[in-house]
């Protein structure tokens, strides 16, 4: 009943839906603390599905920033593991199987994480003010997680970093509109210099509020790069447990009360509400759009992508490269240079 005000009024009165869009994400993310989550997850697919390719700036910015707000919920890396099937038991790490592609199964079972990246890979194929929103989301969340105490050890970080192990193929997808040598760190020419900027998010980004000759703002873009490069590290000597929590209200987001017969009919709710938005997404990616991405895009993306790639096991990589194509790998190295 809420959405017509949000997609349909946003000219006549946009203000109204934009605070009307931002208390219904807050609202969402709230009902995980109180309600099971694949209830929750999906009134998230209702909401993305009134949502469609080509929409308004304006609706692309209310889609984000419900985006944005829900993935800031303090649980949302346990929100985006599969729960465990059978009492008593755990799905350890070893037993998932690594998905390097956007499938169904790898959205039904890391749901947020999947529904960003395939919003992320369908505003890359908008106008320029939708990719700046899109890709300003993906990077903060990525920054947040960096500098999350919780999950400082290597095992934590390298968990994390296999949720986004899709973005590795939307990349390569785009990797003819990404100009790397444009955006290079070194100089071309080795008997000039290039000056030395911190990499900032464009001051049009409405998500976002820039921070303009802000010493705090330079300094996290250092501590974050010098974090990627392995010279410097944010976290702590003192690695808490992952499970851990910091409010004891929040508990409740991490429980789902589906029972064991339960679980095929959420499956198969979750499976349709996901095969319409997949439907909505080829069709906004039908006509792949072939000019470059700007200095300011390709400087988030290649964060992103040294992130990961950063924080991966060994054996995550290996077996990326094993499946990958002979092509895939040449695009793959050709971003890495």
Known sequence: ???????????????????????????????????????????????????????????????FEFLRVVCSHEHYIPLNL??????GRIQRYQDLQLDYSLTDEFCRNHFLVGLLLREVGTALQEFREVRV????????????HSFDDR??????????????????????????????????????????TVKDEPLALPAGNALVTPQKGS????????????????????????????????SADSRGSLISTDSGNGLPERNSE????????????????????????DQSEIKSLLMCFLYILKSMSDDALFTYWNKASTSELMDFFTISE
């Open 151 to 192: 999950y400082a050890s290597r095992s934590h970080q390298a968990r994390i970093a296999t949720l986004y192990l899709p973005l590795f193929g939307l990349l390569i997808e785009n990797v003819q509109r990404i100009n790397v040598r444009d955006v290079s760190p070194f100089p071309v020419n080795p008997g000039s």
């Open 82 to 87: 599969p729960m465990p099937f059978g009492k």
């Open 133 to 144: 929103i899109a890709i300003s989301v993906l990077k903060n969340l990525l920054i947040k």
């Open 1 to 63: 009943m809420l959405m017509p005000h949000i997609t349909q009024k946003f000219r006549d009165n946009p203000e109204a839906s934009k605070n009307a869009n931002h208390s219904l994400a807050v609202f969402i993310k709230r009902c995980f603390t109180f309600m099971d989550r694949g209830f929750v997850f999906k009134q998230i697919n209702n909401y993305i599905s009134c949502f469609a390719p080509g929409d308004p700036k304006t609706l692309f910015e209310y889609k």
């Open 270 to 293: 979750k499976s349709n509400s996901l095969d319409k938005h997949q439907q909505s997404s080829t069709l906004g990616n039908s006509v792949v759009r072939c000019d470059k991405l």
């Open 215 to 246: 010493t705090l703002d330079h300094s996290l873009h250092k501590d974050l790069l010098g974090a990627i490069s392995g010279i410097a590290s944010p976290y702590t000597t003192s690695t808490p447990n992952i499970n851990s929590v910091r």
